[in-house]
């Protein structure tokens, strides 16, 4: 018998997600008790055949601007390509999101086989009409020698790394109350690039203190003797550090401060032992027309290689489906939203 129940013990969770073989922070304990911290309605789903867990899957109520809808970010998570396990999962988180009148429930695998794409299909599940996390990013594997990923710098990346050096820019692990020198730095960032920041309060300042106590999330700061120049918010899950955010200063930008700042993080994340560094989006090509472009080539300067994914998708249960669906679609190639790791 197949039954979905609620996970209350952190250990039961973590120990099934990071035996995946592919766990995600999205998925992981610490996430769900961000959502939590942010106010959000957040489940965290077990599937049990019998007494055993064979499946999991986080899952939170997003805010769209013709209603919510529950999103399971790099999930739901199947030990094993069950159909029945999969069905009753959808059946029980369908009947959750129209007692809840969410418009439609977003499933967000990041990568589907063929057999799990059939499932989705056979389920009723419609391709998404836009990435909910980034549709591309850029890796650096990590196991290589330190000689090694410094040859594998273009040569201009490693001449700012050391011309900033040389003129005093330097990157240290900032302290948890420096958080606002993220905060500010994001502000400037946003103006400057006319990004929009997430509309939720505080949004980077409560993702910063719940990852930070649950030890996923560093701040790195690079500076020179008067000011912070550059900073960046890097979570750390099952062998990879992700660069999940970062902003810069509107002054002295001659200094190029993100150079040495990427660096270091990638050299840190050697020293921890991470296997990969993952600068969560890059542009899908090197059209120099995109948004991304400028950050794309910058990323890419440090030797990462593009790495795609497979797009969300939707389980409607509301007409305004149609009509969301329209407005994402229409807002698609004009939308430049500084919001990562949703």
């Known amino acids: 018998m197949i039954q979905i129940k609620e996970i209350s013990e952190k250990s039961r969770w973590e120990d099934f997600n990071l035996a995946n073989p592919n766990p995600s922070f999205l998925q992981s304990w610490a996430w769900g008790e961000f959502q939590k911290n ?180 560093k701040l790195y700061i690079a500076e020179d003797s008067s000011q912070p120049l550059s900073a960046a918010l890097v979570v750390n899950y099952a062998d990879i550090s992700y660069y999940l955010h970062a902003a810069n200063a509107l002054e002295k930008k001659e200094l190029r401060a993100s150079y040495p700042l990427v660096w270091h993080t990638i050299l840190e994340s050697k020293k921890a032992k991470v296997k990969k560094f993952d600068f969560w989006g890059v542009a899908p090509t090197d059209d120099p027309k995109h948004p991304w472009s400028g950050v794309t080539s910058f990323k890419l300067s440090f030797g990462a290689e593009r790495e795609c994914y497979d797009p969300p998708w939707d389980l409607p249960f509301s007409n305004n489906y149609q009509l969301m669906k329209v407005v994402e679609t229409w807002r698609r190639p004009v939308r430049k939203i500084l919001r990562f790791g949703r």
Not at 69 to 94: M, Q
Not at 128 to 147: D, G, V
């Open 38 to 217: 942010l106010g959000r309605q957040f489940y965290r789903f077990g599937i049990y055949e019998g007494s055993k867990l064979v499946g999991m899957s986080l899952v939170y109520a997003e805010a769209a601007k013709l209603g919510s809808y529950l999103y399971c970010p790099a999930g739901p998570i199947l030990k094993n390509l069950k159909t029945d396990h999969f069905a009753r999962w959808v059946e029980f988180v369908s009947s959750l999101s129209k007692e809840k009148n969410h418009v439609f429930l977003r499933i967000d695998p990041r990568v589907l086989d063929e057999g799990i794409e059939t499932l989705v299909k056979e389920a009723g599940f419609t391709q998404a009409p836009e990435y909910t996390q980034p549709q591309c990013t850029a890796i650096i594997n990590l196991t290589k020698s330190e000689e090694e990923l410094r040859h594998g710098l273009s040569s201009s990346t490693r001449y700012n790394i050391n011309a900033a050096e040389r003129k005093g820019v330097k990157v240290r692990e900032g302290k948890k109350e420096e958080i606002e020198v993220f905060l500010a730095l994001l502000k400037e960032t946003a103006k400057r690039k006319t990004l929009v920041l997430p509309h939720e309060e505080n949004y980077h300042k409560i993702q910063f203190e719940t990852l930070e106590k649950e030890s996923l999330m």
